[in-house]
Each structure stands twice: as C-alpha cells, then as structure tokens.
C-alpha cells in the first residue's frame, strides 16, 4: 500500500501499534505492568491528586518502606531498586 492509499483508519491502526511498548522481559522496577494499566500512569496520577510537598512526602515515603522491607520479601536487590527509583524521582521533583 502506498502513503498515498492510506485512510484514516490505517492512520489509526498506525498510530495504535505506535503506542505499545515492547519489552522483552517485564521491567517491576522502571515500567511495573499493574502501574501502567491504561492512559496515564499511576505515579502521574498520584502527582496530580496532591500538592507539591505532599507529593515529595509520597515519594520519600515508599523510599524508606522498600528500604526498610528489602530483607524480608525475598527479592532484596529488586525492592533496593525500587527504593532507588523514588529517591530519583525525589531529586527530580526538587531539582
């Protein structure tokens, strides 16, 4: 098919396949799939709901559960990445 030929529900089923995302492994640190379950992710939606400071709590927050828990739950370097994840996501939002 030419660019030419291309109808608008060819642009659509284009533009559909453009937004998946491809990943060979699941990634329960960067993309976790029960956080990225439609439109907007969740960690935006958080954002969102609550003021800045209340925001940076939020983050600081699940820093220190996954730090204080990585021991118990059996995947330790998974739970300290996650607790790096929000201490980045910290520093992004205050810098």
Same mark, same amino acid.
């Given at each position: 098919?030419?660019?030419?030929? /291309?109808?608008? /529900?060819?642009?659509?089923?284009?533009?559909?396949?453009?937004?998946?995302? =491809? #990943?060979?492994? $699941?990634? $329960?640190? @960067?993309?976790?799939?029960?956080?990225?379950?439609?439109? =907007? @992710?969740? =960690? %935006? /939606?958080?954002?969102?709901?609550? $003021?800045?400071? @209340?925001?940076?709590?939020?983050?600081?927050?699940?820093?220190?559960? !996954?730090?204080? #828990?990585?021991? !118990?739950?059996?995947? $330790?370097? @998974?739970?300290? #990445?996650?607790?790096?994840? !929000?201490? %980045? #996501?910290?520093?992004?939002? =205050?810098?």
């Amino acid at each position: 098919m030419s660019i030419d030929n /291309a109808t608008s /529900a060819d642009w659509d089923a284009l533009t559909a396949l453009n937004k998946l995302s =491809i #990943r060979k492994t $699941p990634d $329960p640190v @960067e993309q976790p799939d029960h956080y990225n379950n439609g439109a =907007i @992710e969740a =960690i %935006e /939606a958080i954002k969102a709901s609550m $003021p800045e400071n @209340e925001f940076r709590g939020y983050l600081k927050g699940n820093a220190l559960k !996954y730090l204080w #828990r990585y021991d !118990y739950k059996g995947k $330790p370097v @998974e739970d300290l #990445r996650k607790c790096k994840w !929000y201490i %980045e #996501r910290l520093i992004k939002e =205050i810098n």
